[in-house]
């Protein structure tokens, strides 16, 4: 960890940048796609889907070759299986989602107005499954990983469509999930944008720091280290414990908050989910 924090110190860039006052999300979204495109000129806007591989060539042809046969096929078929097999009382998810729950991941999460409270997508799953008195499933892995993968898939090529409306409460926890994204924390006192935005294509250890612009569109993940799926919270989890900060509760109101920021930060941009990643 040592040798980590000297390697950001020596690359110096920390403070280069100051997150700014509260500006209308439209116009945040507009700099913080700027910023990544003057980074990393040579990679097309609709590139920046691929993560870490979308700046680094060297990595990128052995990813390519790992997505020919896909290690999260098996999690499709347990996914697309479970979405489909009806609930003890006949009915399935389908009947809780727009147009059948096929296509629509790129709309999560979203701001319900009877509520006054962002839903993500696996938030809703489960909200299906109360609805039909079914127990809820756990969300970092499992079940609840492969359906939202499944989900994802019959979304993929719909373009990041995440709304941010003019309603104070929506406003909220947008701004709640824009200071958790910049807050710095843990042992190591840094922030997701310190390894995210201002290091991103730097790198810490042995990893390549991917842009945070395009992270959420392969969400969830196939991942060599879990082997196995997990969604963007399990990811949370696992990028607050190297600062050594504990880990919140997925699907808590941080983390909701927080995917509502950076997923609407990835605004315009292709759903690709399910990823690999290493
Ligand atoms: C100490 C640096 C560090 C911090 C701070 C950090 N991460 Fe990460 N994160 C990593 C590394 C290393 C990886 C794996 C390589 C990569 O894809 O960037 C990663 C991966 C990710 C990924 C997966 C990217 C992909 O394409 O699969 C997401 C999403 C992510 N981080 C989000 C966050 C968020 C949100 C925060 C703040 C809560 C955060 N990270 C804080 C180092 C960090």
Known sequence: MKRLLTTILVIGLFGAFTAPAMAAPEDELKKFRSYFEKRFPKTPFNDFINGV???????????????????????LDKGKKL??????????????FENGG???????????????KVVTLEAAINTCRSANGEKPLKYKKGAM???????HYTTRGKLTNVEVPNDPRAMAIYK???????????????????????NAGNKIRADLLSPALGHTTH?????????????????????NKQVRAKPLKAQGPEYTALE????????GLEINGPGARK
């Open 53 to 75: 591989y979308s700046i680094d060539p060297a990595s990128r042809a052995q990813w390519e070759e790992i997505e020919e046969f896909p290690p999260y096929e098996l999690n």
């Open 260 to 267: 509502y920021f950076h997923t609407y930060m990835s605004n």
């Open 219 to 239: 969400f969830p993940v196939y991942r060599s280290k879990w082997g196995g799926m997990g969604t963007l919270h399990r990811r949370y989890g696992g990028c």
């Open 145 to 151: 990983a492969d359906i939202s993968a499944y989900m």
């Open 176 to 198: 709640e999930g824009k200071s958790q994204f910049y807050a710095k924390r843990g042992q190591m006192n840094m922030s997701c944008a310190d390894c995210h935005v201002y």
């Open 83 to 96: 979405f489909n097999t009806p609930f003890a009382n006949g009915k399935t998810y389908a009947s809780c």
């Open 102 to 116: 096929e296509g629509i991941a790129n709309r999560y999460p979203f701001f319900d107005k009877d509520s006054g």
